[in-house]
């Protein structure tokens, strides 16, 4: 399970700081430009730390994973969750950059991800 939640969140991770080279490399001074430079670095340091945490669970024995490793887990699933919103919210947001029609279909197409994200993990946050 570990190593899968690894996989996922290195991949997330890798988007993001992607997606921050590629806003960073944009001469704009908009302050959407700015919010989302702020959201994807913290959604990149997010899923990296989720991935070094869950890569080092994963190495851990059955006995060492203990009640503080498992709560330490639940902590980084939360931080994942949080994680994956913010890159939704990223997402939507990016069209308007381009134009006000882009970033209506993105928002839109970010609203229906978000609902379906909730949905999906009804119940998994507590």
Do not use: H, P
Not at 26 to 43: F, P
Not at 72 to 91: A, E, P, S, T
């Amino acid at each position: 399970m570990f190593e899968q939640l690894t996989l996922v969140s290195a991949l997330l991770g890798g988007f993001s700081f992607t997606f921050l080279g590629a806003i960073l490399s944009k001469n704009d001074s908009k302050k959407l430009t700015s919010v989302m430079v702020a959201i994807s670095a913290l959604t990149a340091t997010m899923f990296f730390l989720c991935t070094l945490g869950w890569a080092l669970f994963g190495n851990a024995s059955i006995e060492a994973l203990n009640e503080l490793a498992i709560g330490k887990n639940k902590y980084l699933f939360k931080v994942f969750i949080f994680g994956i919103v913010l890159f939704n919210i990223l997402l939507a947001m990016s069209g308007w950059i381009r134009s006000k029609n882009v970033g209506i279909v993105t928002t839109i197409i970010g609203v229906f991800a978000f609902l379906s994200l909730m949905f999906l993990f009804k119940g998994s946050i507590s």
